[in-house]
């Protein structure tokens, strides 16, 4: 499928004809002046030849040598490359230096021919190329005078020839001059007219543009505007009364005031404000400084982009009510629901211990399970309280001066009926000192119970679940490592957000989700973090660092891997 053709493809495709037009012109006036060189030089050969045979010598080798650079410029018939015009110039002070030596030097007819490499680079262009024609001259005449002093070049008398030789030096040299001077002007008449229609280019780019492109003085006052301004905005009010003058009178000016010093002092600013002309519409304002005195300014229609900034903002607003009602709600119906709860729980018990006489056993196998099912259904409400707390920044730790095994042991205990039920082995790796912590030994507690809880869950009958407590420096360093049957990669990603779960539906009907975002949770609080490592099939370690350890200052940490003890939850 053929590609359209823009307007700015077609531009540069003019600009690029034009371009080689230009050098194809330039290319036809250079041969046109070797042309005549070559021509002056062999016209004078055989006129010379055969006015004066008796001065063949050394007139028509110095004649052959001036005209042979002319010949090898002829050659290439495209623009030679700025390392091609370097090795021209040096064949033309070759050519020049050997046809004065010949002439008699510095102060023969042909002495002017010196000069070639400075007529050959006026005609070839650019600063450079007369440089090195001029150094090339230089040298070109070093030569000559250098060889007319010791005698080798041969002399010619000033009549006869030596007239005719002078005036065709003369000739030629100021034709090459000349020349290059016709060229230098149209080149430079070339740039001029490339240049003035690259501003205008750029003009009509920028005038097309949606949006008010303007240079600023650093009060705000216009020294050009170009574009299309935004509904409100009018560009003869800016033109004569400033950028300032587009905003609505008040704080939206102001505010464009404040911009304007903000990017004089730091370099760039931006702001927004309601036009004057329309105070429905908003418009953005960027800023950035060119130069100490000079100021580039955009001002954009950001209607659309204002409203829907405002837009987000409000769903943020509503979607952070939403939430912190949900937090309010449930927080409040947890607490209403476990008001009833502990009488079922507390008459249940009643029946399990048979205070009022013995029970059938069906009635006794029904009081076990509403007791079962209530202390379930207490730690589910347990759990959204607490979540739900956290939510609302509600919850408020209850930090306290204890030792850290404590907890920890005590947490074992309570998991230690579930771990058997389960057949999963359970051990605690606990430091042999006491381990002062300062932190809520609730929170700390239903850490590691739902931690050991969560690897019994996934730990097949026969496993190990292993719970580890250290220190270094100020950290309490608490890890649980199972051998259970691992988390998934994708499973890992979501896990420790609210409500989310891992494994089968079987695992997932044992829960709500929260276990793991508790945990997070109540780390953060402690100004911690929670990492969760888990190969598939091979286990998970949920490992957790806080900062809650206080040693005494004269207390130095006890080497890694000693004075540790196995702690056996059956006690």
Request: glycine content about 10%; some cysteine; proline content about 6%.
């Amino acid at each position: 499928m053929k590609e359209p053709v823009t307007e700015s493809a077609t531009d540069d495709a003019e600009t690029g004809r034009v371009a080689s037009a230009a050098r194809l012109g330039s290319v036809s006036a250079q041969r046109l002046w070797f042309w005549s060189w070559l021509g002056l030089v062999g016209l004078s050969v055989v006129l010379l030849w055969l006015a004066f045979p008796a001065s063949a010598w050394p007139v028509v080798p110095a004649l052959i040598a001036g005209g042979l650079p002319a010949a090898v410029s002829l050659f290439p018939n495209r623009p030679l490359s700025e390392r091609g015009m370097g090795l021209m110039l040096v064949v033309w002070g070759v050519g020049g230096a050997l046809a004065c030596l010949l002439a008699g030097g510095v102060g023969g007819p042909l002495g002017p021919w010196c000069l070639a490499p400075v007529a050959a680079a006026s005609v070839y262009g650019g600063r450079r190329r007369l440089a090195e024609g001029a150094a090339l001259s230089f040298m070109a005449a070093l030569v000559s005078a250098l060889a007319a002093l010791s005698g080798l070049a041969p002399t010619l008398p000033a009549e006869g020839a030596g007239f005719w030789l002078g005036l065709l030096a003369l000739a030629t040299t100021g034709l090459g001059l000349g020349a290059g001077l016709i060229l230098a002007e149209r080149r430079a008449a070339r740039r001029e007219l490339r240049r003035d229609d690259e501003v205008e280019r750029l003009r009509a780019i920028l005038e097309e543009q949606p949006a008010l492109i303007l240079s600023l003085y650093p009060h705000g006052r216009v020294r050009a505007l170009y574009g299309q301004p935004p509904e409100g905005v009018s560009r003869d009010q800016v033109r004569e009364l400033g950028l300032p003058a587009a905003a609505l009178p008040g704080a939206d000016r102001l505010a464009v005031i404040e911009a304007l010093k903000l990017a004089i002092a730091e370099g760039r600013a931006e702001t927004g404000f309601a036009p004057a002309g329309a105070m429905d519409r908003w418009a953005g304002l960027t800023l950035r400084r060119a130069e100490e005195n000079l100021l580039l300014a955009m001002v954009r229609d950001a209607t659309a982009e204002r409203a829907r900034e405002t837009s987000l903002d409000q769903a943020r607003q509503d979607a952070e009510a939403t939430t912190a009602g949900k937090s309010r709600f449930l927080a409040n119906m947890s607490h209403e629901l476990r008001t009833p709860l502990n009488a079922i729980m507390g008459f249940s018990d009643i029946m399990r211990a048979r205070m009022f006489g013995p029970l059938p056993d069906k009635y006794a196998e029904y009081g076990e399970l509403i007791h079962e099912s209530g202390q379930h259904l207490l730690d589910l409400i347990n759990d959204v309280l607490d979540m739900s707390k956290i939510e609302a920044e509600r919850f408020e730790l209850s930090r306290e001066v204890f030792d850290g095994r404590e907890a920890v042991s005590a947490a074992l205990r309570l998991m230690r009926l579930q771990a058997d039920g389960a057949g999963v082995a359970l051990r605690g790796v606990l430091p042999s000192e006491p381990l002062t912590v300062d932190a809520d030994r609730r929170a700390i507690k239903q850490i590691v119970l739902n931690l050991v809880s969560n690897a019994l869950k996934f730990t097949p009958k026969g496993g190990t679940v292993t719970v580890t407590v250290q220190s270094f420096e100020d950290l309490l360093e608490l890890i649980v490592v199972d051998t259970g049957v691992g988390i998934s990669r994708e499973d890992l990603e979501r896990l420790g957000r609210p409500y989310e779960q891992a494994g089968d539906d079987t695992r997932r009907q044992l829960g709500t989700g929260l276990g793991l975002s508790l945990v997070r949770s109540f780390a953060e609080l402690h100004g911690g973090e929670m990492v969760i490592e888990s190969v598939l099939g091979e286990g998970t370690t949920v490992s957790l660092r806080l900062p809650v350890v206080m040693r005494p200052a004269s207390q130095t940490p006890p080497p890694a891997g000693g004075n540790v003890i196995a702690f056996n939850p059956r006690g």
